[in-house]
């Protein structure tokens, strides 16, 4: 994203030159990760893997592209009306056929997962809105709240109805947090959070109840961790890590995708070494089978 102290806009990331993107699925049984396409002139995002879970819905030049696995790998875009240019802030309602989707103008939308014509859920244009959790039931919205323009304040957890309506902040720390996802079960939201450190951007993944309260720290890191992803049975989780020092979650730096079992977040089972950072795993990347998960990785080659 840019910075503009009057009005921020959001646009589209591009690939820099020699830069491509590429995405891989990680097999959690064997712990090897296959390259499954790669693009030179597309920059691709945040991988949700597909409810039928033979295709991958991502981001890329402000649209919404779905990659099918099988019989073929095969990209296209998928047609939604009315919907703004989009970021990589994008979640499936799966059982109601839907995906949820931050634009760039600073607004959730909702649209059929197949396409079709998107409806805007949120309504204040003050705020900027970048969703990240969507409650089991599909009921609830978990998104990361900032005053438009202003991204020197720190995200404050917001949750509002699907369907729309008021805003609502529960209880989450005063210092910068970012990534809210439901759990499996609904009862908590796994995030990752300033909370814990003096250090400016020292990030730390942490869970809060789901109507808001005491932060229960997951795992205590040198490093800059981001996005908490769970599987879908609950029992395993991916999430980024970035070098100590960073400031946000910028992009093109040596990062880690880690894998870990929620039982001890602290033993991690593997780990996947890239050249990436943001679009690699903003958002929930699980198969329904729970056996895989997908990432995206941003090499450049060296002249």
Do not use: C
């Not at 796994?190 to 109840?209: C, D």
Request: negative net charge; without cysteine; hydrophobic residues 40%.
């Amino acid at each position: 994203m840019t910075k503009d102290p009057e009005d921020l806009e959001i646009v589209p990331r591009e690939l820099q030159p020699g830069q491509r993107a590429e995405v891989w699925i990680a097999e959690v049984g064997a712990g090897s990760a296959e390259l499954v396409f790669a693009t030179d002139t597309l920059l691709l995002e945040a991988p949700n893997w597909a409810p039928d879970g033979r295709s991958l819905l991502l981001n890329g030049d402000g649209l919404l592209w779905r990659l099918d696995l099988e019989p073929e790998v095969t990209l296209q875009k998928v047609a939604i009306h009315d919907l703004p240019p989009i970021n990589n802030d994008h979640v499936l309602g799966a059982e109601r056929g839907l995906i949820y989707l931050s634009a760039n103008d600073g607004h959730i939308y909702v649209a059929p997962v197949e396409g079709g014509t998107a409806k805007r859920v949120t309504h204040d244009s003050s705020r900027y809105h970048f969703l990240h959790g969507v409650s089991p039931d599909g009921t609830m919205l978990a998104f990361v709240e900032l005053p438009r323009g202003e991204f020197l304040v720190p995200g404050r957890l917001a949750i509002i109805s699907s369907a729309g309506g008021e805003t609502r902040h529960p209880e989450a720390g005063s210092r910068h947090l970012d990534g809210p996802e439901y759990s499996p079960d609904g009862a908590w939201l796994y995030v990752n959070t300033e909370e814990f450190t003096s250090h400016p951007g020292h990030a730390q993944l942490a869970r809060v109840p789901a109507e808001g309260g005491p932060m229960e720290r997951l795992v205590e890191s040198e490093s800059v961790d981001w996005f908490p992803h769970l599987s879908p049975d609950g029992e395993l989780a991916s999430y980024i890590s970035f070098p100590l020092g960073t400031l946000g979650h910028p992009p093109d730096l040596d990062v880690e995708v880690r894998l870990v079992r929620t039982a001890d977040w602290r033993d991690v089972v593997w780990r996947f070494p890239l050249f990436g950072g943001q679009g690699t795993i903003n958002v929930n990347s699980w198969s329904p089978d729970s056996r895989r998960f997908a990432f995206v990785a941003y090499p450049i080659q060296q002249a």
